[in-house]
Structures are given as structure tokens and as C-alpha cells.
């Protein structure tokens, strides 16, 4: 599966986004979707899931503010209170089987959307 990741941007503290990753291939709707972030100097961490049967996982400190989607085609995460803390690289990745927090335990990666928070 080709995975490509779109809709950063700039936005103010406390605005909004929405990330989509679209995918090809006939099988997408058997893998994991999960998206990723990485800071300047910091590893990259896992942010959101969502499983072949929409089954969501989310990060504790994301809980309530993203929120993540699918359907047969794409995923979105959608970024809601922004802070400035979320200034990252958002990459979203596919697997076969559980949610999985990660990165080594992805196969495919879109090539990651910037998004630059504000104060």
C-alpha cells in the first residue's frame, strides 16, 4: 500500500486541522492506520490508531482533542485546541494487525505534512 499524507499548515494556538492520508491499493481496508509526529530533536511518537474494524487508540496526550477516521480509502485526523506543543511532522503508517505504538513495527509511510502551531 502507497500512503500520502496531507493538510498542514500554520495555525494559531488553539485552531484547528484536519490530516488526511490517502492510500492505494485494493487491500487498504485490511490494514492499521496510524499516524505519528515528530518534533525537531525528538523521536518520533505515536499519536493515534485505527484498526480495520475502526477500532480507535490514541496517545494520553491527544486524548480529547484528535481524533481519527477511515474509510475505504483514507484516513483523517482531525486536530482540534491546537497547542504549540503539537508543532511536528505528521506521518501516517499502515500495518496488518493491531494498533501498534511503534514506528519500527510499520511497513508503509506517507511522507509526512507539517504542522506548525502558533502562540
Known amino acids: 500500500v502507497q500512503l500520502q499524507a496531507s493538510g498542514g499548515g500554520l495555525v494559531q494556538a488553539g485552531g484547528s486541522l484536519t490530516l488526511s492520508c490517502a492510500a492505494s491499493g485494493r487491500t487498504f481496508s485490511i490494514y492499521v492506520i496510524s499516524w505519528f509526529r515528530q518534533a525537531p530533536g525528538k523521536e518520533r511518537e505515536f499519536v493515534a490508531g485505527i484498526s480495520a474494524s475502526s477500532w480507535n487508540t490514541y496517545a494520553d496526550s491527544v486524548k480529547g482533542r484528535f481524533t481519527v477516521s477511515r474509510d475505504n480509502a483514507k484516513s483523517t485526523l482531525q486536530i482540534n485546541s491546537l497547542k504549540p506543543e503539537d508543532t511536528a511532522v505528521y506521518y501516517c503508517?499502515?500495518?496488518?494487525?493491531?494498533?501498534?505504538?511503534?514506528?519500527?513495527?510499520?511497513?508503509?509511510w506517507g511522507q509526512g505534512t507539517q504542522v506548525t502551531v502558533s502562540s
Open positions: 503508517a499502515a500495518r496488518v494487525g493491531a494498533v501498534h505504538i511503534a514506528p519500527t513495527a510499520y511497513d508503509y
